[in-house]
Nanobody, 126 residues
Framework: VQLQASGGGLVQAGDSLRLSCASS????????TGWFRQAPGKEREFVAA????????TYTIFAKGRFSISRDNSKNTVYLQMNGLEHEDTAVYYC????????????????????WGRGTLVTVSS
């Protein structure tokens, strides 16, 4: 499975971006797809995750109310809509896919994801 994240760029604080994660594999598994990010000098952290049919979603605290995860299985693509971007959102954003079953507390852990995209850089100027 190959994942390709795109949509990053340089924006100003308050702007919006929509990231895309295109998968080379049709959605045949029930595993979740997640977004993570890694800021310079910091560890990778969970952002959001969605299950295979889009009915289950979860967000980390800083993403709630500002970010929205969705998917279009006809395009094998998962999206992360980010609104009200802040300078602290500056990071490389990665999408990842797991073949494991959705477990609410586990989908926030990077260790369950077997497949990772290369990441897309989001830079928010203050």
């Amino acid at each position: 499975v190959q994942l390709q994240a795109s949509g990053g760029g340089l924006v100003q604080a308050g702007d919006s971006l929509r990231l895309s994660c295109a998968s080379s594999e049709r959605t045949v598994s029930t595993g979740p797809t997640g977004w993570f990010r890694q800021a310079p000098g910091k560890e990778r952290e969970f952002v959001a995750a969605i299950n295979w049919n889009g009915r289950l979603k979860t967000y980390t605290i800083f993403a709630k109310g500002r970010f929205s995860i969705s998917r279009d299985n006809s395009k094998n693509t998962v999206y992360l809509q980010m609104n009200g971007l802040e300078h602290e959102d500056t990071a490389v954003y990665y999408c990842a896919k797991s073949r494991r079953a959705w477990v609410r507390d586990l989908v926030e852990s990077s260790s369950i994801y077997e497949y990772w995209g290369r990441g897309t850089l989001v830079t928010v100027s203050s």
